[in-house]
Nanobody, 127 residues
Framework: VQLVESGGGLVQAGGSLRLSCATA????????ISWFRQGPGNEREGVSC????????YYSDSVKGRFTISSDNIKNTVYLQMNNLKPEDTAVYYC?????????????????????WGNGTLVTVSS
């Protein structure tokens, strides 16, 4: 199993970034993908999830309406489009893989139950 995040950077408040999660070693039929983040001094926070087979998605209340998760199953890549970014979105963003029967545990404000995750990509939003 391999997950590699990219696309982070420094952006001003109100700006946009698109994060990518390149995956390998498992299929879309077997596992779902989550995005979660951890800001300085903060606990891990769930952001978004996607079932790449049926398209079901989850968004935390803090990002709903601003972030969009999507998947390119041919490229084995999951994206997180982040618009109208706020300083409180500053964090290291990770993508994780999990079996669908863990959906309610992973896709929550305090996610747990992921099998594996990448090294993360840093998003910094300046005010």
């Amino acid at each position: 199993v391999q997950l590699v995040e990219s696309g982070g950077g420094l952006v001003q408040a109100g700006g946009s970034l698109r994060l990518s999660c390149a995956t390998a070693g498992f299929t879309a039929d077997d596992y779902d993908i989550s995005w979660f983040r951890q800001g300085p001094g903060n606990e891990r926070e769930g952001v978004s999830c996607i079932n790449r087979s049926n398209g079901r998605t989850y968004y935390s209340d803090s990002v709903k309406g601003r972030f969009t998760i999507s998947s390119d199953n041919i490229k084995n890549t999951v994206y997180l489009q982040m618009n109208n970014l706020k300083p409180e979105d500053t964090a290291v963003y990770y993508c994780g893989v999990f079996p669908d029967y863990y959906w309610n545990y992973v896709c929550s404000a305090r996610p747990y139950g992921m099998d594996s995750w990448g090294n993360g990509t840093l998003v910094t939003v300046s005010s």
